[in-house]
């Protein structure tokens, strides 16, 4: 029997997966540009399944929507922690996966392929000292789970912005397809320097100093997909 946390890394990995995401919608939009007559009448059948189906597809970013205005200082900061710790572990431990978290009030949770707390202490005694450089390449990462809903959100606004286009004027089929194609380049050209724009933005506050731990404690499973061992990391600063 499967389990959840594998059920659930199977639906990131392969349903809410942004480019997966990203081009179901993709070939729907371009049906319809590309032959609109012929499916115009589907379109209005289906339209209610659609949007159910698209609304389920796009769960991350209504998620992301719904709570990112409504995030404290506090857990923007400790998000900031939380991913440059994970960072720094990943690099000491030469992985590009294997390792998460999730930031709280009063610190962050961390989980994965740990070896022990004297390493959490080490990554993010090396965060502190780099808090003070280029924040970018160890803070912001197209590997982080928050980066999900706002690709979703890229795709969801190309693809719409482009269907109503297709709705609204007779184009000609060379037009059609040339909107597709920038799409589809716009995308992945888009993705990361957007993506990392807005993690900065709307999930992260730079607006401290002095990041200290104050402890680091072994912890029960809260989420699905946390994975064993689980540490909560306590922290303090100035903000």
């Avoid at 059948?45 to 990112?68: D, K, T």
């Avoid at 992945?188 to 002095?210: A, D, H, I, N």
Wanted: hydrophobic content about 50%; overall charge positive; glycine content about 6%.
């Amino acid at each position: 029997m499967i389990s959840e946390r594998k059920f659930a890394t199977f639906l990131l990995k392969y349903i809410f997966n942004p480019t997966i995401v990203f081009f179901v919608y993709f070939l729907l939009v371009s049906s319809f540009g590309l032959s609109r007559n012929e499916t115009f009448i589907f379109f209005t059948v289906v339209f209610p399944f659609l949007l159910i189906a698209f609304l389920f597809l796009y769960l991350p970013l209504l998620a992301f929507l719904f709570r990112s205005p409504t995030l404290e200082k506090s857990i923007k900061i400790n998000h900031v922690l939380e991913h440059g710790t994970i960072f720094f572990l990943k690099e000491k431990y030469a992985i590009k996966r294997g390792v998460g978290g999730s930031a709280e009030k009063d610190g962050f949770r961390i989980y994965g392929k740990i070896k022990s707390k004297e390493d959490i202490q080490k990554a993010f005694e090396k965060l502190s000292q780099y808090l003070n450089g280029d924040t970018d390449s160890a803070l912001v990462s197209k590997y982080f789970g928050s980066n999900i809903p706002i690709l979703d959100g890229i795709s969801f606004i190309l693809l719409t912005i482009s269907f109503f286009v297709f709705l609204a004027f007779d184009l000609d089929l060379t037009v059609v397809k040339i909107i597709l194609v920038a799409n589809i380049i716009l995308f992945f050209l888009l993705r990361y320097p957007v993506g990392k724009y807005f993690q900065r933005k709307c999930t992260m506050c730079f607006e401290f100093s002095e990041p200290k731990i104050i402890s680091i404690k072994k912890v029960g499973k809260k989420e699905i997909l946390e994975k064993s061992p689980i540490y909560f990391v306590e922290t303090k600063y100035k903000a």
